[in-house]
């Protein structure tokens, strides 16, 4: 199993000044929530970590290589990314969409055989996206989109999953669905990485957490040392109310003089 | 997936059947079988094999390089509306092979300056209409546009200041005419190969089709595939140019019909669209001869007629 590191990166957002370098240490079996407000760069850093933007500063060390240094094809078996927005200029079908997740697995000249088949629908099935497999994508809601789009990373089945925002447009009980199946992916050795709007997700189901500032300061570790309400309200500059429930801290902005 | 293909394949050859045995002189089904086993008469051999023969194939040979190289830049822009006419590639080739005849150089010389017009006139519309931002379709297609007229301005020009004897042999560059294609042995050649050389990077292409980021995320080295791709589509845009001048619409009806009845698959597309571009082709090319024999029309009339409405309806439609 692969793991992703970040050795004194410095994404780079513009005009920003250089702030906190990172030096993550992305294991397998952990799920890590990154949050923070907009424009903070939670998608920069996911791109600068996938090798699809360069950073600032700093390097990312896939196992034991440089990301620099790998072929694209090499990364994309490692390591694979839920996009945020996604283009469909073309109709394409759900199994289609599903299959381009064995691109990096497949040489030129070989086609999808029947295991590839059985992966993507297998994984359209995890997402309850099955009965949609002959759809044309731009035919489908927001939410369902999204759980396709994640059903492709699970085709592509890499040691590492970045996700961008993967309960965007998705109903609470698929939000539920799919934390518990990213959880479970971390369990059987594979480290996830996504960004998360809601708090109360990342409380629930990540092992770590890293707050991103928009003025480029940052802090990571354990969930439980993460996530201090004092830490949060400054990040989101926003009053919060803490309660507990089902076990997890709840955190709830506040109504009134929401400002700090 | 190989069944659209052997269908198209055969269309191709009813179409080709179809080109011999039309004209002004019909001839028969059976005589053309006994002229293609090397019997037949005098006249009928030299109709079929000198005159048709070569003029059904150079019409194929452009149809499928064209298409083929719409089907790409469509690819290439994520955009349906992308064709090597519309974007101004053959009008830069036009004028790079007219450049080439008007100093009287020779054939292959004429053809490199063509495939030279044809790159300079992509870089030329992607550079600008890319600037600071993407290629949106409404950017491109204007900038397509206005550097195709800058083209013919050009052209224009080079028309004017061209001796009258040279003159003949360079109008059927802008007119799109088959009847003066010398051999279509170059074009055919070209066309296979490049089929060759692109059917291991087709799924690439449908990765690449989902936007470059997604397609590097999955692992395609996007800058090298689209250089390719670029390279690849000007060098068949040429090609075409330089055996039947500039022939429109051909690279946007024909993957377009392609993709509403097969799907998006690159693997499929491309070579469906070397045969039913080259089909295409050789039915209008029969239409030209026939339809109001024995004059001819140029060719690209009849797939200008055909193209506009298409390209109107796909700009309507496309919000």
């Known amino acids: ?260 | 997936m190989i069944r659209p293909l052997l269908s198209l394949g055969f269309l191709a050859l009813v179409a080709v059947v179809l080109a011999l045995g039309l004209g002004s002189v019909t001839v028969p089904l059976p005589e053309i079988w006994q002229v293609m086993q090397g019997e037949g008469s005098a006249l009928n051999r030299a109709l079929l094999l000198e005159l048709r023969l070569p003029r059904t194939l150079a019409a194929f040979a452009t149809g499928g390089l064209l298409a083929v190289a719409g089907a790409l830049m469509q690819v290439l822009l994520r955009n349906p509306l992308a064709d090597p006419y519309v974007l101004g590639l053959s009008g830069g080739a036009a004028v790079g092979a007219l450049l080439a005849m008007l100093a009287g150089m020779g054939t292959i010389l004429i053809s490199g300056s063509a495939f030279a017009g044809a790159l300079l006139a992509t870089l030329l519309v992607f550079g600008l209409a890319h600037g600071t931002g993407s290629w949106t379709p409404s950017r491109l297609l204007l900038t397509g546009v206005v550097v195709a007229a800058g083209w013919g301005a050009v052209i224009t020009l080079m028309l004017a200041i061209t001796p009258s004897y040279k003159l003949p042999g360079m109008l059927y560059w802008l007119m799109g005419d088959v009847s003066y294609a010398r051999t279509p042995w170059p074009a055919l050649i070209v066309l296979v190969l490049s089929i060759v050389l692109i059917m291991p990077l087709a799924r690439n292409l449908n990765v690449l089709a989902r936007g470059p980021m997604q397609a590097a995320a999955l692992g395609v080295s996007v800058r090298p595939l689209e250089w390719t791709i670029y390279l690849l589509a000007s060098l068949l845009t040429a090609t075409a140019v330089t055996t039947a001048g500039s022939i429109g619409f051909v690279g946007l009806i024909v993957p377009h019909m392609l993709r509403l009845v097969l799907g998006n698959d690159q693997r499929i597309i491309l070579p469906a669209s070397a045969l039913a571009g080259g089909t295409l082709l050789v039915l209008a090319d029969t239409l030209a001869r026939t339809v109001i024999a024995p004059e001819q029309l140029p060719v690209g009339v009849i797939t200008a007629l055909l193209g506009v409405p298409t390209f109107l309806y796909l700009l309507h439609r496309s919000r």
């Open chain 1, 1 to 260: 199993m692969s793991r992703l590191r970040s050795r004194d990166l410095v994404i780079n957002v513009p005009g920003r000044s250089d702030g906190y370098s990172l030096n993550l240490n992305i294991e397998p079996g952990q799920t890590w929530g990154v949050l923070g407000p907009n424009g903070a760069g939670k998608t920069t850093l996911l791109h600068t970590l996938a090798g699809l933007l360069p950073a600032r500063h700093g390097e990312v060390v896939l196992d034991d290589t440089l990301l620099k240094d790998l072929k694209r094809r090499d990364i994309a078996r490692q390591m694979g990314l839920v996009f945020q927005e996604r283009q469909d200029s073309f109709p394409a079908t759900v199994m289609e969409t599903a299959l381009i997740g064995r691109h990096p697995w497949l040489s030129p000249w070989e086609s999808e055989q029947g295991e590839d088949q059985a992966l993507a629908e297998q994984a359209l099935t995890a997402l309850e996206v099955d009965h949609l497999s002959d759809r044309l994508l731009t035919t489908l809601s927001g939410g369902e989109r999204q759980r396709v789009a994640i059903a492709t990373l699970m085709t592509q089945n890499p040691d590492i999953w970045l996700l961008d925002e993967p309960t965007n447009h998705l109903d609470l009980h698929h939000q539920v669905k799919v934390m518990n199946l990213l959880q479970d992916q971390a369990q059987s050795g594979k480290a996830v990485f996504m960004c998360l709007h809601d708090l109360n997700l990342a409380a629930r189901w990540c092992s770590h957490v890293l707050l991103l500032y928009t003025n480029g300061d940052a802090c990571w570790g354990p969930a439980d040392s993460m996530l201090e309400p004092s830490a949060l309200e400054k990040l989101y500059n926003q009053k919060l109310i803490t309660v507990e429930a089902d076990g997890a801290p709840l955190f709830v902005p506040v109504r009134s003089g929401s400002n700090l």
